[in-house]
């Protein structure tokens, strides 16, 4: 079975603001690339067998940094490992929500995408890329909270993928019963520099 090893992106102005993400297609800022520098390097140091990337800027940003690191392009991009759409609220602070909804804003169809879907799109993907390149050591660049639910799911314990922080390196294996953690977000490479 493949092991996966998950990398949340570097940060952005997006994640200081608290400004909601969703799949707009905002940068990296310079600490970002900075982390993604850092995890870069201490990816180097494995082989990889397959590369994938989410689609949306801030991951491709990260990826692309890896990429030169490791000595291998992403492989593809998949749309299934972009964060959480969060419909009207994307590229806004709850401030901004509050002046254009009101207080009780929650309670409104925003269109954001439901943690069962994002849940549904992750365990898909790995079950694809599992099939797929069986016994593979597998990269993959994603988004925080994407990859929190995701983790929820699979791992059947809903304590887990909490708050996973920017570069964050999270593996996980499957050892013929069950997903096992063999590292949880992770982020010793941002104390070595």
């Known amino acids: 079975m493949a092991a996966f090893t998950f990398v949340r992106h570097g940060i952005t102005d997006h994640n200081i603001e608290k400004r909601a993400q969703g799949h707009t297609q905002n940068p990296l800022n310079d600490e970002g690339r900075a982390q993604a520098a850092l995890v870069a390097k201490r990816l180097s140091e494995e082989r990889w067998d397959v590369f994938i990337s989410s ?27 972009r964060e959480m759409d969060r419909g009207k609220i994307a590229d806004t602070i709850e401030e901004e929500r509050v002046a254009r909804w009101g207080e009780n804003w929650k309670e409104l169809d925003m269109g954001q995408e439901s943690h069962e879907s994002m849940r549904k799109r992750g365990i898909d993907f790995i079950q694809d ?38 570069t964050s390196v999270t593996t996980i294996a499957h050892n013929d019963e069950k997903w096992e953690y063999s590292l949880y977000d992770c982020v010793r490479h941002l104390s070595e520099h």
């Open 55 to 81: 689609d949306l800027r801030r991951a491709r940003e990260t990826a692309d940094i890896i990429s030169a690191a490791i000595g291998k392009p992403v492989d593809f991009y998949d749309t299934r490992l």
């Open 129 to 166: 890329i599992a099939s797929r390149f069986p016994s593979k050591n597998v990269l993959v660049v994603t988004h925080g909270y994407f990859l929190g639910q995701t983790l929820k799911e699979l791992m059947e314990d809903e304590l887990t993928g909490n708050e996973m922080r920017n």
